[in-house]
């Protein structure tokens, strides 16, 4: 089984449908991040976890939150979707002191409509 | 504040050839520098970390990086190039492990040509 995985993995959905896409690991990490990937941008931190009582923003936080129900779980909602979100998101673990090695997961393919 | 940028963000090469990778940062303290790889339809996985230790990073599938703090660059290479290489790479930078997360380049997208 896959050591950190993203549901739903394909997600097409209409402007101002409320989202959420889910982060599960079995890596026992207490880091976890969520980023956006679109052409020719790399990737782009929109919220990380230290461990279930601390979150913080990344860069492009806007119109996203997230929770953190456990530590093995980190949800991402889009509260109201728009075109500008359809892109590739991943979620990432990371153990604490391991120099910012991320495993990541196998994507979620978001289009807004 | 840390930022990597990545020249190119198209290489093609032919298989047996040299790979070069163009990273370079940007960090107002010593940064630990990294090559992230995503296969097409996968997400990324580590291909080799600069912590301060050796300048000369060794990682896997025969890839390297060196650490040049006068040239505040850290480019991949690999000798010679092979089919299964052909995927996009990220460098990523982050100058504090502790608290602060990974800031990743836009990519560059590896071709190997037969």
């Known amino acids: 089984d896959a050591d950190v995985t993203q549901t739903p993995r394909n997600r097409i959905t209409k402007t101002g449908k409320r989202i959420m896409l889910e982060c599960s690991q079995t890596?026992?990490?207490?880091?976890m991040y969520w980023y956006r990937q679109d052409p020719g941008l790399g990737l782009r931190l929109i919220y990380y976890s230290f461990d279930v009582k601390d979150i913080n923003k990344g860069e492009i936080s806007d119109g996203y939150s997230v929770s953190r129900q456990a530590q093995a779980k980190f949800s991402l909602s889009l509260e109201s979707a728009i075109p500008n979100q359809t892109a590739l998101y991943f979620c990432?673990?990371?153990?604490?002191?391991?120099?910012?090695?991320?495993?990541f997961g196998p994507g979620t393919r978001l289009t807004v409509l | 504040a840390q930022s990597v940028t990545q020249l190119g963000s198209h290489v093609s090469v032919s298989e047996g050839a040299l790979v070069l990778l163009r990273c370079n940062y940007s960090?107002?303290?010593?940064?630990?520098l990294f090559w992230y790889v995503q296969y097409p339809n996968q997400g990324l996985q580590l291909l080799l970390k600069y912590t301060s230790a050796a300048t000369l990073v060794k990682g896997i599938n025969g890839f390297e990086a060196e650490f040049k703090k006068s040239e505040t660059s850290f480019h991949l290479t690999k000798p010679s190039a092979h089919m299964s290489d052909a995927a996009e790479y990220f460098c990523?930078?982050?100058?504090?492990?502790?608290?602060?997360?990974?800031?990743f380049g836009s990519g560059t997208r590896l071709q190997v040509q037969p």
């Open positions: 990523a930078v982050t100058a504090d492990t502790g608290r602060r997360a990974l800031t």
């Open positions: 960090s107002s303290v010593p940064p630990y």
């Open positions: 990432a673990t990371e153990r604490t002191g391991s120099y910012n090695e991320q495993f």
């Open positions: 890596k026992g990490h207490d880091r």
